[in-house]
């Protein structure tokens, strides 16, 4: 082979190679095109259920399975169900697994929980918490099998504990041990009609002694040639009515539906009161939630679900005033119909919104609990929650704590407001020299001149107007992550203090026969304290504004700040009461503040360091060199 053949060959070999990796799809173009095979097989599926049922009865499987050897009745069966025909004849027991913190009911009709109890927790009017319950829960896999469209809710399972066949009492203790398994197994016949012991589809529950997330697993078993090979995904339907377990709610915090991608994005279903909310959700979801005020109720899988559908609407029953909102979700579960065995991992998490329990499991389960936009959540997450937390261990009354968190919070933030208040105090200390600077130049043809002379005048003294504003914004982000935090706070659920039986819901010292627009139906103590302070301390600021800016200050400025505090008189009166003796505590550390301030900050002492300030040469700015041009140019067109 000669010289020229040899670098053609590499030549050619060069551009297969290139064409190849060319025309290799990329991971976004090979889910793309599985996500339209998904959709034509999805809108092509009853089409399929169709077609099979046809092919059945052509091939005459009941003659091949000797259907003739049974009843009847069996026969019938085996129309509805296929292979699946004994599993749909049974007895509906209930089993009750339960640990330390947990109490779960599962049915053998259909291998479903039924109703979970979070046995620490109690509701507003002290019975057993219990999440959700048998008569509205449902729980349905819906597969095809034999051609026949198969749904588990129609199907009885037998009861296996930790590998064994069980028949022992229904409940179910773990009792020391570190977990317990519950597998729940439907059977498919075999020829002949009889029960297939290697044959089954099993629901698996694993429960361990102190957790609130439990195991729960999708298994067939040499199911190959009964559910079709080319099946791709199941069908899992989950709805629940949630139970009323708060006295009240809130705006912030509501029963809605969370839900997260497989890249960490966690949205929400509707974070509003609004009565009804559907969404379908895009391919590669890692969990869906219903969530509670405190509680929540998840179904996380362990790789990701397909497609789902999830809704909400708001649920009334006058026979039971108890059930507040129903919530359901539609989920494509990855199937691989090719394989003899297949395991769907997932886990049901049923617990609290506490931060800390839900951060462990590090899948962004807290994200549920709202802490404010990215502004401010950090905040709540890095400082306001470690220190409640810190706090919260000593076993103090939540009263106290959150008496002991104000403090520490206007203790950090008190080199703000010092400086805030030093700007303050020089503005008042200059204001006989600029009310001299205002009579000097009446005329709106001066204002130019005055202007100047109050910047010189302020530069001179180290004063700005803006210098008591910037320390004000500052606390604005923590002034609203207290806001988001105090209502979405477990540990305040049920927690007296003073006149308050719970801090987590509004304070009310008296019930109203009717309903106020914009305020309620009840009046909270601890929100008219917090405003009757609130006007003081506006009353105490705007006397101080006076002093020192005299005429300046605007007067629909002074309105304005005393009208916040009565419109924040209806918001607050029906949030929590945690939240409204937070800001009464703000406003009355603020007033021991102001006085320690005007104590240390002696004005005549400030008066002659400004004094001794304004004989020091001053170097101008580039703004005050271009304010005096202007100046001079303004003067130049005058003359003329």
């Known amino acids: 082979m000669d010289k020229n053949s040899l670098i053609g060959i590499i030549l050619i070999l060069a551009i297969l190679i290139g064409w190849s990796v060319w025309m290799t799809p990329s991971k976004e173009e090979l ?15 009853e089409r399929f259920v169709k077609d099979s049922i046809k092919m059945a009865e052509a091939n005459a499987i009941m003659e091949e399975k000797n259907i003739n050897a049974k009843d009847e009745s069996y026969a019938a069966r085996y129309n509805q169900y296929g292979s699946f025909a004994d599993a749909s004849v049974g007895d509906d027991k209930t089993f009750v697994l339960e640990n330390e913190v947990l109490k779960m009911k599962l049915s053998s009709k259909g291998a479903y929980v039924e109703t979970v109890e979070l046995k620490n927790y109690k509701t507003y009017d002290s019975l057993p918490l219990i999440g959700f319950d048998e008569e509205t829960s449902r729980f349905n896999l819906e597969f095809i099998a034999d051609g026949k469209g198969i749904n588990s809710y129609d199907l009885y399972f037998e009861p296996y504990l930790n590998g064994f066949p069980y028949e022992g009492n229904e409940t179910i203790n773990i009792n020391g041990r570190d977990s317990v398994v519950m597998s729940l197994r439907a059977y498919v016949d075999d020829a002949n009609g009889n029960k297939d012991l290697n044959k089954y589809l099993e629901f698996r529950y694993t429960m361990y002694k102190d957790q609130y997330m439990v195991g729960f697993d999708i298994v067939s078993n040499n199911l190959k040639g009964i559910i079709p090979s080319n099946t791709r995904f199941m069908t899992m339907d989950w709805a629940v009515d949630v139970l009323k377990q708060e006295k009240a709610g809130d705006r912030i915090n509501v029963e809605t539906i969370y839900y997260m991608y497989s890249n960490n994005d966690v949205e929400t279903l509707s974070q509003t009161e609004v009565a009804e909310a559907e969404e379908e959700l895009k391919s590669g979801l890692k969990w869906i939630s219903f969530k509670q005020k405190f509680f929540s109720y998840a179904l996380i899988s362990k790789d990701s679900f397909d497609d789902a559908f999830v809704e909400m609407h708001t649920k009334s029953r006058p026979s039971n005033g108890r059930y507040q909102k129903s919530m359901s979700a539609n989920i494509e579960i990855p199937f691989d119909g090719l394989n003899e065995d297949n395991t769907i991992a997932m886990s049901y998490y049923f617990g609290p919104n506490d931060f800390k329990e839900l951060k462990q499991y590090d899948i962004n389960l807290e994200k549920q609990i709202p802490l404010g936009g990215k502004l401010v959540a950090w905040i709540n997450r890095l400082i306001v929650i470690p220190v409640f937390d810190w706090l919260g261990q000593y076993g103090w009354n939540y009263g106290i704590v959150i008496l002991i968190l104000t403090l520490i919070i206007k203790i950090c933030l008190m080199p703000i407001a010092f400086k805030s208040y030093m700007s303050s105090a020089k503005m008042r200390v200059l204001k006989p020299e600029i009310d001299e600077i205002n009579a000097r130049y009446p005329k709106p043809d001066d204002a130019m001149k005055k202007q100047q002379a109050i910047m010189d005048l302020y530069k001179k003294a180290g004063a700005s107007p803006m210098s008591g504003c910037l320390p004000m914004l500052l606390q604005f982000p923590i002034l609203i992550a207290i806001f988001r935090f105090f209502p979405s706070s477990i540990e305040l659920r049920q927690q007296s203090f003073l006149w308050a039986d719970d801090l987590s819901v509004y304070d009310s010292i008296l019930d109203l026969p ?127």
């Open 31 to 45: 889910a793309q095109q599985r996500h339209i095979q998904d959709s034509i097989y999805r809108a092509n599926r």
């Open 514 to 640: 009717f309903n106020i627009p914009f305020y309620g139906d009840h009046v909270s103590l601890f929100t008219l304290l917090m405003t009757a302070a609130t006007l003081l301390y506006t009353y105490i600021n705007n006397k101080q504004m006076q002093q020192a800016q005299g005429d300046q200050a605007m007067p629909g400025m002074k309105l304005m700040m005393y009208l916040m505090p009565i419109m924040f008189l209806g918001i607050f009166n029906s949030y929590s009461a945690g939240l409204s003796y937070y800001y009464l505590l703000v406003n009355l550390f603020t007033f021991l503040q102001m006085y320690l301030f005007k104590v240390f900050i002696n004005e005549d002492r400030l008066r002659r360091k400004i004094e001794q300030a304004k004989k020091k040469p001053v170097k101008k700015s580039n703004f005050q060199k271009r304010l005096e041009e202007m100046q001079k140019q303004q003067q130049q067109q005058m003359r003329r």
